[in-house]
């Protein structure tokens, strides 16, 4: 009987069906960051340019093979940007790939970079200052967002909508204000952004593996070089630490969900039957079998974005969890998380402006729904305490007696009569009806942070000077 033949590359039985090749080859495809660490090519480059600069300036190598180093460097740099590096994955990752890469174009002295570091401060460095780019880009893109929210925001502080608490009409606002809401939560989400920033701005190489170094480098040298405040200040946590890509992650998970709330009200808005906005062409589709369709793809799209990017937080948070000190391997699977968020958050907070800007608001649909479902309610009974002197908890009574009033003949607030009105109770005067309209409404509420326009335009104005 003929046994089938195991070739010596598929010999394992457990992998042996998926692998077309032994156990190096899945050690080297579980193993192999370049996939993905490619992206820090730059970062690696500059960190190692900073890094030979000051072994050189402290003595530790040479002028001379410095120079060598530097140009080296450059021209891979060239290399990579035009396309013409070819990475390995037997060289694992970045930093070994620009390495040996170093090692054919200047030879010996490629061996002298590795001086006084080690890959664990090596990464962190190049991933810090990845992180630290991508916070600034999201800072930038969050002002044009609350840009194009301040702009919708002027241009409708009068226009009236319906509040919602529980999705059920409430109390009539300005669709101002409803966008000034959100002007609120993405500068927080940009205030996080900052913090974060602030948060890493330490340089870690030079920490080494772990223990730090004998060789007498400059770390402030290359911290300044790098453009980083300080040096971090202990070398095991420096190669422990991803606080700052978990900040980062945590910071997009917030800011995702904000997008996510407002997506999922852009979708209920531009159903039929609420029909508070149009979406343009741009960011909506139609359905390939009814014509009358209109889908908010966009929305809904950086609705479900946030699943990701929040499954992301979750699984830096779950790798770090337990992580003995100091680096271990499982920290390469930050990378990937990080880069999937930044790209998502990037491309929903690019759609959000977009529709932002383009959207039609139908002001008309807004109005009508805003004096719907008994919307002023709370402005008679405020009326009633303020010009019959009611205490409020009577004012409720007497205005959920209105409200039976009106459901049961099937009309507003304002369109019962005064003798309907007075039935209920006789102090009543035909001045309750100036509260009873919406804009009268809105126009009220005049406290600090509420719906008055005037009150929204301040909000817009505060805004402004910051952004
Ligand atoms: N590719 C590794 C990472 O992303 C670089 C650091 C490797 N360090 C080491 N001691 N094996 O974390």
């Not at 970062?43 to 530790?60: F, N, W, Y």
């Not at 770390?219 to 300044?224: E, G, I, L, P, V």
């Not at 369709?293 to 946030?306: G, I, M, S």
């Not at 880069?339 to 929903?348: G, I, K, P, V």
Request: hydrophobic residues 45%; glycine residues 6%.
């Amino acid at each position: 009987m003929a046994e089938s033949t195991k070739d010596a590359t598929s010999s394992n039985q457990m992998w042996g069906g998926r692998f077309a090749s032994g156990p190096d080859a899945i050690m080297e495809e579980i193993n192999a960051s370049i996939g993905f660490d490619k992206k820090l090519y730059a970062q690696d480059i500059r960190g190692s340019i900073a890094h030979a600069t000051m072994l050189a300036e402290k003595g530790i190598i040479s002028g001379e093979d410095k120079e060598k180093i530097v140009e080296g460097l450059n021209t891979i740099l060239s290399e990579i940007e035009a396309g013409k590096f070819e990475f390995s994955r037997k060289l694992e990752d970045i930093h070994m790939n620009i390495e040996a890469r170093l090692a054919t174009l200047i030879g010996p002295a490629a061996g002298r970079l590795h001086t006084a570091r080690s890959r664990n401060d090596q990464v962190a460095l190049d991933f810090r200052l990845w992180v630290k780019e991508e916070l600034a880009k999201t800072e930038r893109m969050l002002t044009d967002l609350i840009a194009a929210f301040l702009d919708r925001a002027e241009e409708h502080a009068d226009t009236v909508m319906p509040g919602f608490t529980h999705l059920q009409t409430a109390q009539p606002v300005t669709f101002g204000h409803h966008c000034m809401a959100y002007v609120e939560m993405f500068g927080r989400d940009r205030a996080r952004v900052r913090h974060a920033i602030d948060h890493l701005d330490e340089s870690p190489i030079g920490a080494a593996a772990l223990a730090g170094t004998p060789y007498p480098i400059d770390r402030h040298m290359t911290a300044k070089a790098l453009g980083f405040r300080e040096p971090t200040r202990n070398s095991i946590d420096t190669v422990s630490d991803r606080d700052f890509a978990l900040e980062f992650l945590s910071v997009a998970a917030i800011c995702a969900v904000h997008l996510s709330r407002l997506a999922e009200e852009i979708v209920i808005w531009s159903t039929p039957q609420f029909g508070f906005v149009r979406l343009s062409d741009a960011f909506s589709t139609g359905s390939s079998i009814m014509p009358q369709k209109k889908n908010p793809d966009a929305a809904e799209l950086v609705r479900a974005k946030t699943g990701r990017i929040n499954g992301s937080l979750v699984a830096l948070l779950t790798v770090m969890k337990g992580l003995p000190l100091a680096y271990s391997k499982d920290m390469q699977e930050d990378k990937e998380q990080v880069f999937d968020s930044a790209e998502n958050l990037e491309l929903a907070i690019a759609a959000m402006t977009g529709m932002m800007r383009d959207m039609t608001i139908r002001t008309d649909k807004m109005r009508q729904a805003a004096g719907a479902g008994f919307s002023t309610a709370t402005d008679l009974a405020d009326w009633l305490v303020r010009s019959v002197g009611l205490p409020f908890r009577d004012a409720h009574h007497v205005t959920g007696r209105v409200v039976a009033l009106a459901e049961s003949k099937g009309c507003d607030l304002s369109e019962l009569s005064l003798e309907d009105l007075q039935a209920i109770n006789p102090a009543i005067t035909d001045k309750v009806f100036d509260v009873l309209s919406v804009d009268a409404s809105v126009a009220s509420r005049t406290s600090f942070g509420g719906t008055a326009p005037a009150e929204v335009r301040k909000q817009i104005a505060w805004w402004r000077a910051r952004n």
